[in-house]
């Protein structure tokens, strides 16, 4: 496609349970962003890719969060044992290298926490 | 660790009215981006401004960077309904591999 695609654009799930996030980056694009949004806040770095390898995870939040790219394109963001406070809007971006520093963000997934 | 601030967070203007946005972060940068969200959507990328004194523009909206005094600036001129949005900046804070870090962004309402 020509854009980001995430999927699924909403997900609801109760305390604990674990779920997946996919993104979709364009193509071509070699570096992958995850951030997190709240609501009336701006998004917050999660994580960063350049290629397979996550350059930079600083901003996960705790060892619950983890995030692959097995082939330097797709990605997940994976949540293990939820909580409420998980809930927020999960955007991926993407940008055709570090150096271009123009991001691409995706619809995003809303994820609500029960 | 780099802070970016935006003010005013929330903003309701007139149409036809100009006004400013400002954006000020806290360590040296020479990149900073606008991007604009609107209600259930994902952020668009406005502005894209790599080096001092950068100014671009885009029908109603202009944007400017002075990175000695660690400011841009958003200006809205002659306001118009559809440019009703959230606005937000970013900074890069170079040197590695860092994300934007994102201003809270500028809540617009224009209203006619």
């Known amino acids: 496609g020509a854009g980001v695609s995430q999927t699924p654009s909403n997900k609801v799930t109760e305390k604990g349970k674990y779920v997946e996030l996919r993104c979709d980056p364009i193509?071509?694009?070699?570096?992958l962003y995850w951030y997190r949004q709240s609501l009336g806040q701006g998004p917050e770095f999660l994580i960063y890719?350049?290629?397979?390898?996550?350059?930079?995870d600083s901003g996960l939040p705790n060892d619950r969060f983890f995030a692959v790219r097995p082939e330097g394109s797709v990605s997940t963001l994976k949540i293990q044992r939820t909580e409420r406070g998980d809930s927020a809007v999960y955007l991926c971006a993407s940008s055709l290298d570090r150096n271009t520093g123009e991001l691409f963000f995706g619809e995003g997934s809303r994820l609500t926490v029960l | 660790e780099l802070k970016v601030e935006q003010n005013p967070l929330f903003l309701s203007m007139q149409e036809g009215k100009n006004y400013t946005i400002y954006c000020n972060y806290s360590?040296?940068?020479?990149?900073l981006y606008w991007y604009r969200q609107d209600p259930g959507k994902s952020l668009e990328s406005l502005f894209v401004l790599l080096s001092n004194g950068a100014v671009k523009q885009e029908g109603r909206l202009m944007a400017s960077l002075d990175t000695k005094a660690r400011l841009s600036t958003l200006h809205i001129t002659a306001a118009v309904h559809d440019l009703s949005a959230t606005y937000f900046c970013?900074?890069?804070?170079?040197?590695?591999?860092?994300?934007?870090?994102f201003g809270k962004g500028t809540h617009l309402i224009i209203q006619p």
């Open positions: 970013a900074v890069d804070s170079g040197g590695g591999a860092d994300g934007l870090t």
């Open positions: 360590t040296t940068s020479d990149r």
């Open positions: 890719f350049q290629g397979t390898g996550a350059a930079d």
């Open positions: 193509s071509g694009h070699t570096a």
